[in-house]
T-cell receptor, first 112, second 114 residues
Framework: KQEVTQIPAALSVPEGENLVLNCSFTDSAIYNLQWFRQDPGKGLTSLLLIQSSQREQTSGRLNASLDKSSGRSTLYIAASQPGDSATYLCAVLSGNTGKLIFGQGTTLQVKP | NAGVTQTPKFQVLKTGQSMTLQCAQDMNHEYMSWYRQDPGMGLRLIHYSVGAGITDQGEVPNGYNVSRSTTEDFPLRLLSAAPSQTSVYFC?????????????FGPGTRLTVT
């Protein structure tokens, strides 16, 4: 059974720092991996999607990497800003049925 | 495109009442899913559909029914609400070509069962 773990559960950093959020999964036979952002009381916004054949994806200050063999993904946020404060969720798609398995999320606070 | 829409945004039910959470998408996506999000439990899959007329159970299906008569709509029915169904419910859709099953989520329905 696929399990997804995100460490740390919470992270507080000063503005301007570069930071890395971690995601690990137990079954390397994934179809893709998707990173989401969730603001308090809001829905999920897709940040980056990495297909199983890809190693990384970039969008602005965000860079996500994928190492299927080790069952790990990282989300790198450069030059963090207070507006980046949110919960970041990692989810893997293990088959072609649209079923995502989510991690518990990392809650990020960026202090001015 | 409106994307994935959900109604209502908020709902309060009494134990034993029934209701239907509505979900619609206008992106012609094949796949649609329902998740619930609870503190400390993350998001868990309730039911999913790979196309009109085809549905299957997810991780936590008990107490919920679904049907998919059209590509656009995927309603979630609570037959007899229980306090344990107090949660935030998210509907999602995805397609199988091009962007390889990228999931799009609705804004959520916050349900309280008293």
């Amino acid at each position: 059974k696929q399990e997804v773990t995100q460490i740390p559960a919470a992270l507080s950093v000063p503005e301007g720092e570069n930071l890395v959020l971690n995601c690990s999964f137990t079954d390397s036979a994934i179809y893709n991996l998707q990173w989401f952002r969730q603001d308090p009381g809001k829905g999920l916004t897709s940040l980056l999607l990495i297909q199983s054949s890809q190693r990384e994806q970039t969008s602005g200050r965000l860079n996500a990497s994928l190492d299927k063999s080790s069952g790990r993904s990282t989300l790198y946020i450069a030059a963090s800003q207070p507006g980046d404060s949110a919960t970041y969720l990692c989810a893997v798609l293990s088959g072609n049925t649209g079923k995502l398995i989510f991690g518990q999320g990392t809650t990020l606070q960026v202090k001015p | 495109n409106a994307g994935v829409t959900q109604t209502p945004k908020f709902q309060v039910l009494k134990t034993g009442q029934s209701m239907t959470l509505q979900c619609a998408q206008d992106m012609n996506h094949e796949y649609m899913s329902w998740y619930r999000q609870d503190p400390g439990m993350g998001l868990r899959l309730i039911h999913y559909s790979v196309g009109a007329g085809i549905t299957d159970q997810g991780e936590v299906p008990n107490g919920y029914n679904v049907s998919r008569s059209t590509t656009e709509d995927f309603p979630l029915r609570l037959l007899s609400a229980a306090p344990s169904q107090t949660s935030v419910y998210f509907c999602a859709s995805s397609y199988s070509s091009g962007r390889a099953y990228e999931q799009y989520f609705g804004p959520g329905t916050r349900l309280t069962v008293t």
